[in-house]
């Protein structure tokens, strides 16, 4: 996956995050070390009548794609089928949070499955084992860790 070159959110001036001046930004490898290190995600669908819906949820970091798994028959999966627009985010201590906006695919590509079942083993103990999962394709990221010094973004395609 080709990582776009970053940017500043856009937000209210009275917040102080420079607008242009990208120093102080956080680099891509920033947001890989909380993603592959976090051991919840938290994972925001939306119900067919517009509701919100938001879950803790297991998940892995691979090759700087999230993938995460869930029953068919889970309040989320029902959501993802009827509409695959998903937020994730993690929190670390203090202001550091990474937030990925994006599209759920399922994929039953072998080596990512793998890879999936080592990082869930790695974390978690245990292997998955299932023959899909879902792959967050991403639309945007934002990070911060210093706020309102480090907000940065990552615009994967035009909204």
């Given at each position: 996956m080709d990582i776009p070159q970053p940017d500043r959110p856009i937000m209210p001036v009275d917040y102080g995050v420079p607008a242009t001046d990208m120093s102080g930004s956080l680099p891509w490898s920033w947001v890989a070390e909380r993603m592959i290190h976090?051991?919840?995600?938290?994972?925001?669908?939306?119900?067919?009548?517009?509701?919100?819906?938001?879950v803790p949820n297991w998940g892995a970091w691979v090759e700087d794609q999230f993938l995460f798994s869930t029953d068919s028959r889970t309040v989320k999966a029902r959501?993802?089928?009827?509409?695959?627009?998903?937020?994730?985010?993690?929190?670390?201590?203090?202001?550091?949070?990474?937030?990925?906006?994006?599209?759920?695919?399922?994929?039953?590509?072998?080596?990512?499955?793998?890879?999936?079942?080592?990082?869930?083993?790695?974390?978690?103990?245990?292997r998955e084992g299932r023959?899909?999962?879902?792959?967050?394709?991403?639309?945007?990221?934002?990070?911060?860790a210093d706020f309102p010094l480090t907000p940065t973004r990552w615009v994967f395609e035009a909204n």
């Open positions: 976090a051991r919840v995600y938290w994972l925001a669908t939306v119900h067919a009548s517009g509701r919100p819906h938001l959501n993802l089928a009827a509409n695959p627009h998903l937020s994730v985010s993690v929190q670390g201590t203090g202001d550091h949070a990474v937030i990925l906006e994006g599209v759920v695919t399922v994929t039953s590509d072998t080596g990512l499955l793998a890879r999936m079942d080592d990082e869930y083993e790695r974390k978690y103990g245990m023959p899909e999962a879902y792959l967050v394709v991403p639309h945007k990221v934002f990070a911060f």
